[in-house]
């Protein structure tokens, strides 16, 4: 029995050891109540935002990417509500946390410049929305769809089914591709080059019929081919059709290269290879 007495002041004493902050002494106990106060308001968000998805932001009609901000927002609301409401329960003063926050800068500015940078920029991007949940979105040769912005960072699922933490500074330094902007659809190009001397209205036929079979291929506007230019071993050709969005593109791409593949094939025209002369200066001493 004199032991567990024993262990207790022990507990006791390491639990009301006071450290000094600045002007202020706080405790273990005081740290243990600012971390269970967090996670008090860290469960009341998560209940709130729960209630604000399903019964109350559905009523407005927002978009998508709003009512992600909307939740984000008041998530951070209520942290910083919490983290405050702990500050003064415990008795810290704000100057002794104006000294924290001071030594912080210097770290930030030292040391912590990439996530000070990722975190202004996850910043801009709830408030400017340049882009948004449920974007289909291209930045530095990543596409896929937008599923989360948090304050460092932001989660694309590429057509791959791969998920992409992108830092959020790329989408404000570098450029961003937002194919969900707007009008949805989207031109294809394919350029073609033929052999010289090939019949140019049967391959401005035939590109023709390769667009405007393919099911995914809008009517209006129609597709178009342009004769573009005389190159040095083909004459070269532009098949430029429309589609509804660009998710299926890539996969639109490749059904036209096959198809112009065949028709070329069945119709006698050549893709000739690129050709290069090379000259060769005989030494005459």
């Known amino acids: 029995m004199g032991d567990f007495v024993e262990f207790l002041k022990k507990l006791r004493g390491i639990l009301e050891y006071e450290i000094k902050l600045g002007g202020t002494s706080i405790t273990l106990i005081g740290i243990i109540e600012i971390v269970l106060i967090l996670v008090v308001f860290f469960v009341v968000s998560k209940i709130l935002r729960k209630v604000l998805r399903k019964r ?83 930045v530095g040769g990543a596409v896929g769809r937008v599923t989360s912005i948090n304050m460092r960072s932001t989660t694309i699922i590429t057509v791959d089914n791969v998920t992409l933490i992108v830092p959020n500074s790329r989408f404000i330094e570098g450029v961003v591709t937002n194919w969900s902007v707007g009008d949805p659809k989207i031109r294809l190009t394919v350029t073609v080059g033929v052999a010289y001397g090939s019949d140019t209205e049967q391959v401005q036929r035939l590109l023709l019929e390769v667009a405007n079979n393919h099911p995914e291929i809008l009517k209006d506007p129609e597709p ?62």
């Not at 100057?95 to 910043?123: D, E, M, P, Y």
Request: glycine share 6%; aromatic share 12%; net charge negative.
């Open 56 to 138: 109350i932001l559905p009523r407005f009609n927002l978009a998508e990417g709003a009512q992600f901000i909307v939740l984000r927002l008041t998530h951070y609301a209520l942290m910083v509500i919490g983290l405050f409401l702990a500050i003064n329960l415990v008795g810290i003063q704000m100057t002794s946390l104006a000294v924290v926050f001071g030594l912080l800068g210097v770290g930030f500015a030292f040391g912590l410049q990439n996530i000070t940078s990722n975190f202004v920029s996850g910043v801009i991007l709830l408030f400017e929305r340049p882009v948004n949940v449920g974007d289909y979105i291209e």
């Open 224 to 285: 178009d081919v342009i004769f573009k230019e005389f190159a040095d071993s083909s004459l070269n050709f532009e098949l430029r059709a429309w589609i509804p969005s660009p998710m299926g593109r890539i996969k639109i791409m490749s059904d036209f290269h096959y198809a112009i593949d065949a028709a070329f094939r069945e119709n006698n025209i050549t893709i000739p290879f690129p050709q290069r002369d090379v000259h060769i200066q005989k030494d005459n001493s």
